[in-house]
């Protein structure tokens, strides 16, 4: 009798601890389902994040390499400037090359220049160049002829001499911006000289003026203007 007692209650306890086992598994399968469903769906936002900031940056590649295309087109009708899209910059090439020393261009070449930047402007007016066109660098060279102190500064006198041609025109220059043209290239318009650190294949070719066009990065927003006087740009003073 003692014996089977003893088995009968060694049996009972088995049965009694069982259920406990089962439901303390069950409920770590629980969690662990739980956990892999959570990881699951914070990895799916993730990558849809990350899928629409690639989306977005593939838009704005397109819309800048379209804003450059028209750019590209209107050069079509005025020889000798070339479009390099992988830098974005406007090279006038021999229509806007100076003298040795000098930081001056003829009448015609200020014409010239003058001409397409309007071109450019009407570009930047549109709603792809109002939504990307952050600013227009107009920078200037030198050869390797000279100390270089004086090629940076001749190298800036001839960046100048491009916002002297569009907002302080010679009377015999033929072609001027009208009054909200200029004030797109106040708003627009930085200045930069940089000698002879990209120097070309000739000194001739060295001594040239490029516009180098900067574009918002998807996080940027056009500023506010200051309230800045309108309408009195001075005179040239190179």
Known sequence: MINK????????????????????????????????????????AVTNEVSEIDKKKAQREQEIDLLLAKIEKAAEQYPGISIDKNRSVIDFGDRARFDTGSSRLSSEQAQYL????????????????????????????????????????????????????????????????NPAEQEQVRDLFLVGGYSFNSAKASLEESRRIELRLEFYQLDEHRPALNDIPRGNFGVCRI
């Open 114 to 177: 003058s001409q397409f930047v309007s071109e450019v402007l009407s570009v930047s007016r549109d709603q792809l160049g109002q939504k990307w066109i952050k600013r227009i660098v107009a920078e200037g060279f030198a050869d390797q002829r000279g100390d270089y102190l004086l090629n940076l500064n001749l190298s800036l006198q001839r960046s100048q001499r491009v916002l002297c041609v569009l907002l302080s025109p010679s009377p015999g220059q033929g072609h001027f911006l």
């Open 5 to 44: 007692y003893l088995i009968l209650g060694g049996r009972n306890k088995e049965e009694g601890e069982k259920p406990f086992w089962v439901s303390f598994a069950d409920l770590m399968s629980a969690l662990m389902v739980m956990f892999l469903l959570v990881m699951s769906v914070a990895l799916l």
